[in-house]
């Protein structure tokens, strides 16, 4: 039986999964199209929420398309429709960045509607993690769920681990002293006492003072102290986990952006909470450094910082009829 072309309220239902998902500075750097005739959503960046101090390849920004391109998918299947996706479809159409036609169902569709509950559930952690290890079952799931996405997912230890989180603290402080970084962050965060933010990091996102610990937590207040926030201890040995690509280019960073919403999908229904580290990302010279010293193989597109911990608060998000449009 032929399934009803989606209405005009299930369509802006599932653009508002999509748009949950996670990107840099909370920018969401995305836009959406959807064709009635041909029941096909198209994917474009949008490139006045680009960071170009902090992304000037705009590889952070397809990642961020990316995650909400896997939402959409989810939130597709989790709708009874078979999500069709072609990444970069037409070079010769700026900013296109991916195709969702959604087609009637098939006896089995891949499983992702179970993540459906984790994409409103899912928000970033700036809070101290308990000591408790990640147990071996759950690692594997997340690197399966990495696997799905044509992506790796590696844990590093010791001299890595070591090695990766001096990279992190000198580039966070390299970007205090930058001062067009440091503007930028600036525009993408916001203090609510002045305004009701649809978009960015608003001040009670930023989490507590760190007082002590090596987790790689970003203070988004910069050089400005944010007033009223308390100290916290944070934990001595993080967890981390690189999400790796084959190869490094746009079709592969909106394949980073797929794999780390799954994983982080997958992680919130195993009851953990995540941030990110992307500060060493941010810096060209860097973020090859990040790569295993053992294996040296594949490109670092995130890093993301895994525990048992507070979930985090829900930050804005754009209203839907500022990120979509549909085509009759």
Known sequence: MSVHT??????????????????????????????????TFSLFADLTRALPHADPTTRGLHIGCGAALFNLRVAAVHAHLRPVTELLPDPAVPGLLA???LDDPEDRIDGLAVLHPAIHERHTSRYPYSGRPIPAEVRRALTEAAHHEDADLVFPAGSHLE???????????????????????????RDTTREAPVDGIP???????????????RDFAGRVPAHGRRLADFEDRPQLALLRTVRDGPADWLRAGQALERVLLIATLHGLSSSFATQALEWPDLRWVLRDPDSGSGHVQMVIRLGYGPAGPRTPRRPVPHVLVVED
């Open 163 to 189: 090695g990766v989180l001096a990279l992190i603290r000198d580039a966070e402080g390299y970007g205090h002293m930058d001062t067009g970084r440091e503007a930028e962050t600036e525009r993408w965060t």
């Open 203 to 217: 001040e009670y996102a930023f989490g507590p003072l760190k007082r002590g610990g090596s987790a790689p937590v």
């Open 99 to 101: 195709t969702v036609r």
């Open 6 to 39: 989606p209405g005009r309220v299930a369509v802006a239902h599932l653009v508002r999964d999509a748009t949950a998902a996670p990107s840099m500075h909370n920018a969401q750097p995305w836009r959406f199209h959807y064709a009635r005739g041909s029941r």
